[in-house]
């Protein structure tokens, strides 16, 4: 353009040179320690939570890291719905952590993928030590013949109450009451004391499933639905009338205060959910909360499995035989159960059951409902969903939250719920 | 106060009514905030579910809370994270897209209009297309967990948007400026570093406020790229409070929501004193 240029260039190159310098010194300072062979190796641990098990899990790497010094431990964690999403994008990048907290929802959506590492081999060789499990979580995440995961906590799903409107209202609910049994009870506490007596089971797929295996049937097959139309249209028709009867809480006030619980609230004297979610309602809530057994419909069979959270390795993993000892610690060492407490579910393995004798009430009761179940025997083997189902169980919940605020009827709610359940199990 | 000071000497009923609409949409738009302000100062049972919007016996432990740090890191470690990174973009975008612009809006030469479509075409880009191939790209380069892929492309211009802006303001710059810098002897360089930048200053600081406020605010570029908490930014940090497995700590994710809102509002405050400015004179640049 003019005579200029060469000296332009020439200026150009230098400030092209100052801010690659600025980049350099960005970068500064965050390089990252390869692990070489021989000397200390480095393995990825992630998982959901927050602040207080973030705590309690560096706690244990410590431990971890004291007994087996050639293994150090780097942890990360989001809540769950952020650590799916980046677990997603770093399984499709290549470069998964090496150990991840999972659940058995994702089991066959991630061995579908390839993404998960079979510990069998692991086991064969002694790194990872599967004996003393506690009934019900032996070969807890075997699919096909692979080993996906460990299991480091069971829960089982419960009916959370409030003892002092149970009291009241003189119910007491205990192993082998029935379905009939338990709507007595609500009618019983809607006359007595105008407070509904469930928040609404309707969308809980969790518990619909232990419905359907007390018939003989249950919620996934191996590789799809395990129930039809047939089945649905009848329950949420019921569930509907029942909240136009107030049996069930007002479903528009149970959104509102969503994220707390409308039992812990006050709006229901209780609700189906996982035993160990109950620890939050003395937190959230004034009155006194208790576990109750899942009613049947049979006097006998209530359907329960124990699920767990449980720790997997990922395929791509250098080390696996660290992951292995990794997750053999925390699942055996009784110090870890100790320091962990029930916050992961009631602990695996006995040694660790054995070794943590919780303090609070909420947690006695957790461990007095699990030790319960088990000696009552209804426990019975959990089958591994299939891919999808964790989409399966999202629709299932607002599908059912819409059905309860009139939005739809039962007749479209049931159809729309199959059709995105079939695209959900096609897509996966 | 100008308006109120205007409705009081006109004196007519429509602006009377207009201002107490005005005033009742202020307190809509408000309420988020002083809810939000309100609750830092109740327990955490007490911000679910209660409707109050102040709570009857004020208290400090969620401020207090802050100063344990989250999961054994204490909270200056986010706040120093994000200011980093903020800062790091802020710098970033300045000089490379005021550079890029600088080309774009005053050097001629071949392929320049399809290569400022072309520029144009990427900000029809969704994010989500973009996330798993940078991932890799970032991950072959062995940069993850380090700060790099947050601000590279910072500082080559790949902020289409802000190229495009400071472009539109370089071009109504007259042209008598660069042609006289030109006589003076100026290259390229002098035009865009002497002439031109101190021109743009308006597009540059609403860049910069821009650029501030998205660094500071982005949650999903350090969630994916940054895999060690004491690395993590404030956002991060944020939702580290709560998850459904816990008894969630709403008191101390909506202290340090309020405390994280403060460099964000001190940025602005700073910098718009020289937005207005730069207006001013940009008025008069004749």
């Not at chain 1, 971890?64 to 050639?70: C, Q, S």
């Not at chain 1, 359907?212 to 028709?237: C, V």
């Not at chain 1, 004034?286 to 899942?294: D, K, N, T």
């Not at chain 1, 009613?295 to 720790?311: A, H, V």
């Amino acid at each position: 353009m003019s005579q200029n240029n060469g000296m332009d260039r020439r200026q150009l190159l230098r400030l092209a040179g100052l801010s690659a310098a600025g980049l350099g010194l960005t970068a500064a300072g965050c390089g990252s320690g390869g692990s070489g062979s021989g000397g200390p190796v480095t393995i990825r641990h992630s998982w959901w939570g927050a602040d207080d098990r973030a705590k309690k899990i560096q706690q244990c790497v410590g431990l971890f890291e004291k007994k087996h010094p050639k293994i150090k431990v780097k942890t990360d964690f989001q809540q769950y719905p952020d650590f799916w999403k980046k677990f997603n994008t770093q399984a499709a990048g290549g470069n998964p952590p090496d150990v991840i907290q999972n659940a058995v929802t994702f089991l066959r959506k991630y061995e579908a993928k390839n993404v998960l590492l079979d510990l069998s081999p692991q086991v064969e060789k002694g790194n990872l030590d599967l004996g003393g499990f506690r009934s019900g979580l032996e070969k807890f995440a075997e699919i096909d013949g692979k080993l996906l995961g460990v299991p480091v906590g069971s829960n089982s799903m419960a009916l959370v109450i409030d003892e002092k409107v149970y009291e009241k209202a003189g119910i007491t609910p205990e192993i082998g009451w029935t379905w009939d049994d338990w709507l007595a009870g609500l009618q019983k506490i809607k006359s007595g004391q105008k407070i509904a007596g469930d928040a609404g089971p309707h969308g809980v797929m969790y518990l619909y499933d232990l419905i359907l295996r007390q018939n003989g049937k249950a919620f996934f097959s191996e590789d799809g639905m395990g129930f039809g139309e047939a089945e649905l249209l009848p329950y949420w028709t019921e569930a509907l009338e029942r909240v136009k009867s107030g049996l069930y809480a007002d479903p528009g006030k149970v959104e509102q205060i969503k994220p707390a619980s409308a039992t812990a609230k006050g709006l229901s004297a209780g609700e189906f959910t996982w035993d160990n979610f109950s620890v939050r309602y003395s937190a959230e809530g004034r009155s006194s909360y208790g576990l109750a057994p899942i009613p049947s419909t049979d006097g006998k069979k209530t359907g329960q499995y124990l699920g767990s959270l449980m720790l997997s390795g990922t395929a791509r993993t250098k080390h696996p035989a660290e992951v292995a000892t990794f997750i053999s610690f925390m699942t055996h060492d009784p110090e870890v159960a100790r320091i962990m407490g029930y916050d992961r579910g009631v602990p695996a393995t006995t040694a660790q059951f054995e070794a943590y004798q919780p303090a609070d009430a909420p947690s006695k009761a957790i461990g007095a409902y699990e030790t319960a179940i088990a000696d009552a025997g209804v426990l019975e083997p959990i089958t591994p969903h299939p891919a999808g189902a964790d989409v399966i169980e999202a629709a299932f919940l607002r599908i059912g939250a819409d059905l309860a605020l009139g939005k739809t009827s039962p007749k479209d709610s049931v159809k729309q719920f199959f059709s995105e359940a079939k695209t959900a199990l096609a897509s996966n | 106060m100008s308006l109120l000071y205007a409705a009081v000497r006109r004196r007519g009923p429509g602006a009377l009514a207009w201002h107490l609409g005005a005033l009742v949409i202020l307190a809509v738009v408000l309420y988020p905030v002083v809810w939000t302000l309100g609750a830092s100062f109740k327990p955490s049972a007490e911000i679910i579910g209660a409707l109050d919007l102040f709570p009857a016996d004020p208290i400090g432990d969620n401020y207090t809370r802050l100063t344990e740090g989250i999961a054994d890191i204490p909270i200056s470690t986010f706040f120093l994270n994000s200011a980093y990174i903020a800062v790091g973009s802020v710098v970033g975008v300045v000089l490379s897209c005021s550079l890029t612009a600088y080309a774009f809006a005053k050097v001629r030469f071949a392929g320049r209009n399809v290569m400022f479509a072309i520029m144009i075409g990427t900000l029809l880009l969704p994010y989500h297309v973009l996330i798993i191939p940078q991932y890799v790209l970032f991950q072959e380069l062995e940069l993850i967990n380090t700060f790099t892929p947050l601000l590279i492309g910072k500082y080559l211009a790949t902020d289409a948007f802000f190229v495009f802006l400071m472009v539109q303001f370089m071009r109504g710059l007259p042209k008598e400026l660069d042609e006289a810098a030109r006589l003076d002897g100026c290259g390229h360089l002098r035009t865009y570093w002497s002439i031109v930048m101190p021109l743009c200053r308006p597009a540059l600081v609403t860049s910069a406020i821009f650029t501030f406020i998205n660094a500071w605010n982005d949650f999903m570029g350090p969630l994916l790229y940054l895999n060690e908490p004491d690395k993590y930014t404030v956002s991060l940090g944020l939702k580290m409070f709560i998850d459904q497995d816990a008894v969630a700590d709403y008191g101390g994710m909506i202290a340090m929501s309020l405390v994280a809102l403060l460099p964000v509002l001190a940025f602005f405050v700073a910098f718009q004193r020289y937005l207005i400015d730069g207006m001013a004179t940009s008025g008069l640049k004749g």
